[in-house]
Nanobody, 124 residues
Framework: QMQLVESGGGLVQAGGSLRRSCAAS????????MGWFRQAPGKEQEFVAA????????IYTDSVKGRFTISRDNAQGTVYLQMNSLKPEDTAVYYC?????????????????WGQGTQVTVSS
């Protein structure tokens, strides 16, 4: 399994921005697809964004399209989630995940390794 360490969470006002980072180790990062998921209190975990192993294909859930951007630096072994125009409904614990399948995927079952999760809170 790949080890994933997240950083960049925190508290921000509505309309603000945050950048999440997820550093990988233990496997060949450049062969893994990477994704971000989130879970709000009392809700099911939901897909946020994913990128394929090369970073050429990205997919997003509808609620974050145009506001969030996923990117990766294969040389640094890191995936990022830039979150702009944040809304209170974006408040959740955010998790990064790695998929050995290589293709961007929106279902959690496709992912082999998970980060520890970091809280993002957006105040109104």
């Amino acid at each position: 399994q790949m080890q994933l360490v997240e950083s960049g969470g925190g508290l921000v006002q509505a309309g603000g921005s945050l950048r999440r980072s997820c550093a990988a180790s233990g496997r060949t990062f450049s062969s893994y697809a990477m994704g971000w998921f989130r879970q709000a209190p009392g809700k099911e975990q939901e897909f946020v964004a994913a990128t394929d192993f090369r970073g050429r294909t990205t997919i997003y859930t509808d609620s974050v399209k145009g506001r969030f951007t996923i990117s990766r630096d294969n040389a640094q072994g890191t995936v990022y989630l830039q979150m702009n125009s944040l809304k209170p409904e974006d408040t959740a614990v955010y998790y990064c995940a790695a998929s050995s399948g290589g293709g961007a995927a929106a279902t959690s079952l496709e992912y082999d390794s998970w980060g520890q999760g970091t809280q993002v809170t957006v105040s109104s």
